[in-house]
C-alpha cells in the first residue's frame, strides 16, 4: 500500500459524521490521600474534519481528557465510567495490544512541550521511522518510508536534510513542526494537540498556528486544540468546549460560544483579556483559585468563585443544556449572565 | 577529534607523571628499608647489609634516586625488584598482570551487565515484592565488608560445598610433569577468548547496520552468540591442555563472582535510578503514544537513555574495583598484581610497589578516557569538538 | 548579639519579606518592632526541619538506617558503661583482658572424635596434659577461643578470641572506633568539598579549573592501595586515619558534585541581589551558597560514613593500622592465628564483627538514601 499525503487528500468527509464521541466520561486519580476527581462526566462529540477546542485553567482536566482518549494515563487513573466512541468503537472496551494498534494511526498525538517528546539520543528521521515500522510493518521498504517521511518534512515546512539529524540541532519551532509532521506520519484521523503553542515565540507560534490549520483542511482531519489560550483557540477552532474542575461547563460553536458565553465562568474567562480593538471594557477578574479536586465543592463546582451565584448552586449541579441549537450550557442562571455582567461593570 | 585526542594525551601524560612522583616520594616516607628483612639473621654481618643497599642505590642521595627512577620509568625500566631480586620489576608484574585484568575485565562486565539488566527490569515492573527484595540485597551487596564478605564466600562455595577450589590460580598437583606452563595457557586463553569476542562484535555490528527485519536481526544476533560461544568451546575441547584450561577456568569462577556480586548491587542500584527518572521523560509518553510496545519503550527509550548516567557512575566505580581486587587476591591467593603489591609493601620493595601503583595509574587514566570517548558514543549531544 | 528596635515604617517602604504579622501592623500604621534576624532564622530552619523530618519519616529504609544506626550507639554509649561498672577490667578489656576459659573434654579413641569442641582425641590429651590419662575421661584444658557462653564466672555472650579476649565487649568498644572514624572522616571530607565547591562555583575560571583538575588527580588514585602505602609510612592512628580518608575523598568526586549544586546556586537571581547589596565575596559564599550546598553535603557525609568505615575495617584487616581494636581487627586477629576457614566452628570470630561492620555500613546508607528522598523530590513515592 503506498502512502503519501496524496492518498489523504481524497479522504472524503461528511462534517455531520461523528469520528469520536465522548460520552460522560469519569476518570479518577487514585493517590495517597484519596481519589481525586479529574473529569467528571465529559460529554461531546468531534464530528469529521472538525476543529474542536477545550479551554480551561491548569489542572481543570483538559489534558487528562485528551490523555484518556489514547488510553496513556498514567498508572494510578482509574476509567470509571463512560465511553469513547471512535468510529462508533468503544475505546475504553479494547485489549491492551488492540488499543496499542491504533494509537497515532488513528489518532495521533502533538504533546505539549513538545520540544522534549523528542527522545535525545536518536535521529528525528529514526524516531518517525519507527512508526512506520511499528503500523506498517513489512508494507513499506526503506525506500518508500524515507520518501514519505520526506514529504511529510515538505508539508510542514522542513527542509528535508533535516531528517538525519538530532533533536539538539533543531530550534524549538522546527521541534514542533517536526513533532506535527511525525503526527500526520500514519495518516491518522484525529490530531490531538495539547498546547501545540506554549512555550513558543508568538511568530512562531502563528506560523504553527496557520500550519495546523492548513493542514487540518488539505487533509480532512479533526484537530482537538487543547489550550489555556483562549486567543489560540478561538483562532483555529470550530467548535469550543470550556471546562472546569473536571466538568465540561459550556461548549458550541465558537463564533457563538464567544458572542454570547452563558456559563459565568466561560465570561469572565473570555473578559479576562483586555481587546485592542473594541470598546474599552472593565476587566473582570476571576477571584480565589481553582478549586481541590480531592474534595470538590457541592453541587456546582463554580459556585465559590462565581460572582452570579445563587442558593440553588452550591446544593444541586447544573446539567449540560441546550440553550441554542449546538450551545450547551450548566448553570442556573445562564440566562441572567448578560445582565449580571453588566451589573457587575458597574 | 584526532586535536581532543591529543590534548587528552598530553593532559594523561602530566598527570602520570605528578601520580607516580608523589607515589614514589610517600613510598620513601617508608620507614627502614629491604636491607632489614635480614636483620634477623645473625650470621649476615653488617657490612653485607650495607653492601646490598649500595648496590641497590639506595645509598645515593634522595633526588638522584628519584631522577634516575623517572628516567628510566620512561625508557621501559622499572628497575629490579628488591625482594626478587635479581628479577626485574617488569616480568615480575606483566607476568602477575594478566591475570589482575582478568579478573577485573570479567568481574565488572558481568556485573555491569546483570547489574544493568535487572536494574532496567525493576525498575519497569514499578514496585512490588521483588523490587524491594532486589534493592534491599543491592544495597546489602554495596556496603557488605567486602574482605569478609569474600571469606565467607570462600569458605561457603570453596570450603563447605567444595564446588570450587580454595583460593589460588592452579591445583599445583595437578600441574606437575604436565609440561605446560601455566601463564603460556592462560595467555592463550585469553587470545581465544579476546579474538572470538572482537569477531562477534564485528559480526554483530554488520548485522545491526544492515537488517531489514527486527525478528530475523535477533535471530540473527542469537544464533552468532551461540555460534561464537560453541566454537570456543569446541577449539578448547579439541586442544591437549583442556584439563589444564578448565581448571584454570575453575580456579578464576568463584574469585570473578564475588568481585562481581559486589560490583553488581551498586550497577543494579544506579540503574534503576536512572531508569526512574528517564521514565519520568516526555519522550517516554510519546512512545508510549505512538503505540510502541513495552519492551521497545523500556529497551530502546529509557534504558538507552539511562546508560548514560550509569557510564558516567562506571568511572567513579573504577576506584572501588581496583580497591576491591587487591582484597579479592588477598583472600583468594589470586596470584595477581594487587598480591604482588602487598607484598612488596610487607618487605619495603620500593620498586615492586612503585611499578604496580605505576600500571594500575596507567589503567585507571585509561579506563578514565575510554569512558568518556563512550560517554560520547552514547550522547549525540555531547561531541568531543 | 541582637538589638531590638523601634522603627517607624511608611506605608511606601513597605518589604513584603516581612512577616504578615508587621504587614498587619503596618496597616494600622503603628510603630512596627523589626524581630531580630538570627530569630527568624532560627524559626525558618526549625520549621524547615521538621518538614524535612515528616518526609524523611515516610521513607521506611531510613527510619529502619536511623534505628540500625541507634543500635551501635547504644553499643558504643554501653560499653564504657559495663567497663566501669559490671565488668571486671582485668577479663573483659577488648584488648588486654583475659580469660581462660576452662573446657570440659571427654577423652576419645584416636580418630574416633565426632564434636571436636567436646571431645579430645586420646594423643593430644596426653600431649596437652600428662601422658597418664585414658580414654572415657573427662579433662579440664583451658582454651582460647571459647565458645559463647552464659554461664560461670565470667559470662561471654560472644565468646572469646584466641587471644582470650571477650569477643562481646570488643564489638562495643569497636562500635565506639567506627563511630569516631567514621565522623571524623566524614565531617572533614564535607568540610574540604562544600569550601572546595563553593569556591571553585564561585570564582570559576582558573581557580575552578585548577581544583577540577586537582579533583582528577586524586579520583585517578584508588583509594585503598594509597592508603595502604601513606600506613606503611606512617604509623596511622583512627583519628588520623579519619582525617587522611576525609581529605582524600573531600577533594575529589565529592567537590566535584558540590560544585555542579553550588554552581546552579551561583546563578540564581539572590546570589546577584546579595552583589547588588553590597555583600563581599566571602559574604555570599559563606552565607548564601554554602548553606543552599549543605543539605547535599550531609547527604553525602552519610556515605562517607559508609566507606570511611569500610576502608578502616579492611585496613584494620591488613594489620597495618595503629589501632588498639577494632571490628577490623579482630577479624585480623582471627586471620593470623590461623582460623579464618573454620566457617561454623569458630563462628564467633568471624561473623559477629564481619556482620558488625557490615550492618552499620548499611544502616548510614540507606539513612543516605532516606535523606535523598526529602532532598531530592522526584524520588518520592507518591
Not at chain 1, 481543570?60 to 494515563?73: D, F, I, N
Not at chain 1, 501545540?196 to 507560534?205: E, F, G, S
Request: charged share 20%; aromatic share 10%; proline share 5%.
Amino acid at each position: 500500500m503506498a502512502l503519501s499525503l496524496e492518498n489523504l487528500q481524497t479522504r472524503q468527509i461528511d462534517p455531520n459524521k461523528p469520528l469520536l464521541e465522548i460520552d460522560d466520561l469519569v476518570m479518577r486519580y487514585k493517590i495517597k490521600a484519596g481519589e481525586v476527581s479529574a473529569v467528571e462526566g465529559v460529554t461531546f462529540t468531534i464530528h469529521q474534519g472538525e476543529a474542536v477546542g477545550l479551554v480551561g485553567e491548569s489542572g481543570c482536566g483538559k489534558t487528562s481528557t485528551a490523555l484518556a482518549l489514547l488510553r496513556l494515563l498514567p498508572a494510578n487513573a482509574e476509567y470509571f465510567s463512560g465511553e469513547i466512541r471512535l468510529n462508533g468503537e468503544d475505546l475504553l472496551q479494547l485489549s491492551t495490544d488492540q488499543m496499542r494498534a491504533r494509537r497515532w494511526k488513528d489518532i495521533a498525538m502533538v504533546f505539549q512541550g513538545a520540544m522534549n517528546a523528542w527522545n535525545p539520543v536518536y535521529r528525528i528521521g529514526d524516531q518517525i521511522r519507527e512508526v512506520l515500522d511499528t503500523h506498517y510493518r513489512g508494507e513499506l521498504d526503506v525506500d518508500e518510508q524515507d520518501r514519505h517521511m520526506e514529504s511529510l518534512f515538505t508539508a510542514v515546512g522542513l527542509p528535508t536534510e533535516m531528517i538525519i539529524r538530532y533533536p539538539h540541532e533543531f530550534s524549538g519551532g522546527m521541534r514542533q513542526r517536526a513533532v506535527i509532521a511525525m503526527a500526520l506520519a500514519c495518516s491518522p484521523e484525529l490530531i490531538i494537540a495539547d498546547e501545540p503553542t506554549t512555550a513558543l515565540d508568538v511568530i512562531v507560534q502563528d506560523q504553527i498556528l496557520k500550519e495546523l490549520k492548513r493542514i487540518q483542511r488539505d487533509l480532512g482531519m479533526s484537530i482537538l486544540y487543547i489550550s489555556h489560550d483562549i486567543a489560540v483557540i478561538a483562532e483555529v477552532t470550530d467548535s469550543l468546549g470550556v471546562m472546569y474542575a473536571g466538568k465540561l461547563v459550556e461548549y458550541g460553536p465558537t463564533a457563538e460560544v464567544f458572542a454570547r458565553p452563558r456559563h459565568p465562568y466561560s465570561y469572565l474567562l473570555l473578559r479576562s483579556t483586555p481587546s485592542i480593538t473594541g470598546p474599552r471594557r472593565q476587566l473582570a477578574p476571576l477571584e480565589g483559585e481553582p478549586p481541590d479536586l480531592l474534595h470538590p465543592p457541592s453541587g456546582c463546582r463554580f459556585h465559590p468563585r462565581c460572582p452570579f451565584a445563587t442558593e440553588k448552586c452550591a446544593i444541586e449541579e447544573p446539567p449540560l443544556d441546550e440553550i441554542a441549537p449546538g450551545h450547551r450550557v450548566a448553570c442556573w442562571n445562564h440566562e441572567d449572565v448578560p445582565e449580571l455582567a453588566e451589573e457587575l461593570r458597574r | 577529534m584526532i586535536k581532543f585526542l591529543s590534548f587528552r594525551l598530553v593532559q594523561m601524560f602530566i598527570l602520570f607523571v605528578v601520580f607516580l612522583s608523589i607515589v614514589w616520594l610517600l613510598l620513601q616516607a617508608m620507614p627502614g628499608d629491604i636491607s632489614d628483612t635480614l636483620i634477623g639473621s645473625p650470621e649476615i654481618p653488617l657490612a653485607t647489609r650495607l653492601e646490598l643497599r649500595a648496590r641497590l642505590g639506595l645509598d645515593q642521595p634522595l633526588f638522584v634516586q628519584y631522577w634516575t627512577y623517572i628516567t628510566n620509568f620512561f625508557k621501559g625500566e622499572m628497575g629490579v625488584s628488591f625482594s626478587r631480586y635479581p628479577k626485574d620489576v617488569s616480568t615480575v608484574l606483566f607476568e602477575a598482570l594478566p591475570r589482575t585484568i582478568v579478573l577485573f575485565l570479567s568481574a565488572t562486565v558481568l556485573a555491569f551487565w546483570m547489574g544493568f539488566k535487572s536494574g532496567k527490569l525493576i525498575a519497569w515492573g514499578r514496585g512490588g515484592k521483588t523490587e524491594q527484595v532486589f534493592i534491599v540485597g543491592g544495597v546489602f551487596l554495596q556496603t557488605v565488608f567486602y574482605a569478609w564478605f569474600a571469606i565467607v564466600m570462600l569458605w561457603v562455595f570453596g570450603f563447605y560445598f567444595g564446588w570450587f577450589p580454595i583460593g589460588r590460580f592452579i591445583s599445583v598437583a595437578l600441574w606437575q610433569g604436565s609440561g605446560f606452563d601455566a601463564t603460556d595457557v592462560f595467555e592463550e586463553m585469553i587470545l581465544s577468548v579476546f579474538i572470538v569476542t572482537v569477531i562477534y562484535g564485528v559480526v554483530r555490528y554488520f548485522i545491526r547496520r544492515y537488517s531489514q527485519n527486527l525478528v530475523t536481526e535477533q535471530r540473527m544476533l542469537r544464533g552468532t552468540l551461540a555460534l561464537a560461544v560453541s566454537g570456543l568451546f569446541l577449539y578448547w575441547y579439541l586442544d591437549p591442555a583442556r584439563t589444564y584450561v578448565a581448571d584454570i577456568a575453575h580456579h578464576t569462577m568463584l574469585p570473578v563472582i564475588t568481585l562481581g556480586l559486589v560490583a553488581f548491587g551498586a550497577t543494579m542500584l544506579i540503574t534503576r535510578s536512572a531508569m526512574l527518572e528517564t521514565l519520568g521523560e516526555d519522550y517516554i509518553l510519546t512512545a508510549r503514544a505512538k503505540g510502541l510496545s513495552d519492551r521497545v519503550i523500556r529497551d530502546r527509550h529509557a534504558a538507552r537513555n539511562a546508560m548514560l548516567p550509569v557510564t558516567t557512575s562506571f568511572v567513579l566505580a573504577l576506584s572501588f574495583v581496583i580497591g576491591g581486587g587487591i582484597v579479592t587476591e588477598t583472600i583468594f591467593s589470586w596470584p595477581g598484581m594487587g598480591l604482588l603489591f602487598l607484598q612488596g609493601i610487607g618487605v619495603s620493595d620500593i620498586p615492586l610497589v612503585a611499578g604496580a601503583l605505576a600500571i594500575t595509574g596507567v589503567l585507571a587514566l585509561f579506563g578514565h578516557l575510554i569512558a568518556d570517548i563512550l560517554y560520547t558514543v552514547l550522547d549525540p549531544r555531547i561531541r568531543l569538538t | 548579639m541582637a538589638t531590638k528596635e523601634t522603627i517607624r515604617l511608611e506605608s511606601e517602604h513597605v518589604d513584603d519579606q516581612l512577616d504578615t504579622t508587621v504587614l498587619e501592623e503596618l496597616v494600622r500604621g503603628e510603630e512596627v518592632t523589626a524581630t531580630p534576624l538570627w530569630k527568624i532564622r532560627l524559626r525558618l530552619f526549625r520549621r524547615s526541619f521538621s518538614q524535612n523530618w515528616g518526609l524523611f519519616k515516610e521513607s521506611k529504609m531510613g527510619m529502619v538506617g536511623l534505628v540500625i544506626i541507634a543500635i551501635f550507639g547504644l553499643m558504643a554509649v554501653a560499653h564504657p558503661i559495663l567497663m566501669n561498672t559490671v565488668w571486671d577490667p582485668l577479663v573483659y578489656h577488648p584488648v588486654t583482658g583475659y580469660d581462660s576459659v576452662v573446657t570440659e573434654y571427654t577423652i576419645v579413641e584416636d580418630g574416633a572424635v565426632v564434636d571436636p569442641l567436646t571431645e579430645l582425641e586420646l594423643s593430644e590429651a596426653r600431649f596437652e596434659l600428662n601422658p597418664s590419662v585414658k580414654v572415657g575421661e573427662l579433662v579440664r584444658i583451658p582454651s582460647q577461643p571459647a565458645p559463647p557462653s552464659l554461664s560461670g564466672e565470667h559470662p561471654h555472650f560472644l565468646g572469646t578470641d584466641p587471644l582470650g579476649r571477650d569477643i562481646f565487649s570488643q564489638l562495643l568498644y569497636g562500635s565506639r572506633a567506627a563511630f569516631l572514624l567514621g565522623f571524623v572522616a566524614a565531617l572533614t571530607t564535607v568540610f574540604i568539598a562544600t569550601t572546595v565547591g563553593s569556591i571553585a562555583a564561585y570564582y570559576g575560571g582558573a581557580i575552578d579549573g585548577f581544583f577540577m583538575r586537582f579533583a582528577d588527580l586524586i579520583l585517578l588514585m584508588p583509594l585503598l592501595p594509597l592508603l595502604i602505602v601513606l600506613s606503611a609510612a606512617v604509623r596511622i592512628n583512627m583519628v588520623m586515619l579519619g582525617v587522611f580518608i576525609g581529605i582524600l575523598s573531600g577533594f575529589g568526586a565529592e567537590a566535584i558534585v558540590l560544585k555542579s549544586q553550588a554552581l546552579s546556586i551561583r546563578v540564581k537571581s539572590y546570589i546577584d541581589a546579595a552583589r547588588v547589596a553590597g555583600g563581599g565575596d566571602r559574604h555570599i559564599i559563606f552565607r548564601h551558597i554554602v548553606p543552599n550546598v549543605l543539605p547535599l553535603s550531609f547527604l553525602y557525609m552519610m556515605f562517607g560514613i559508609t566507606g570511611a568505615i569500610t576502608l578502616e575495617a579492611t585496613l584494620s584487616f591488613f594489620g597495618l593500622l595503629n589501632v588498639p581494636m577494632s571490628w577490623g581487627i579482630m577479624i585480623n586477629t582471627a586471620s593470623t592465628q590461623g582460623y579464618l576457614l573454620s566457617g561454623t566452628n569458630y563462628w564467633w570470630l568471624l561473623f559477629p564483627a564481619g556482620l558488625a561492620v557490615s550492618f552499620l555500613a548499611f544502616g548510614f546508607f540507606i539513612v543516605g538514601r532516606g535523606m535523598d528522598e526529602v532532598i531530592n523530590p522526584r524520588l518520592r513515592a507518591r
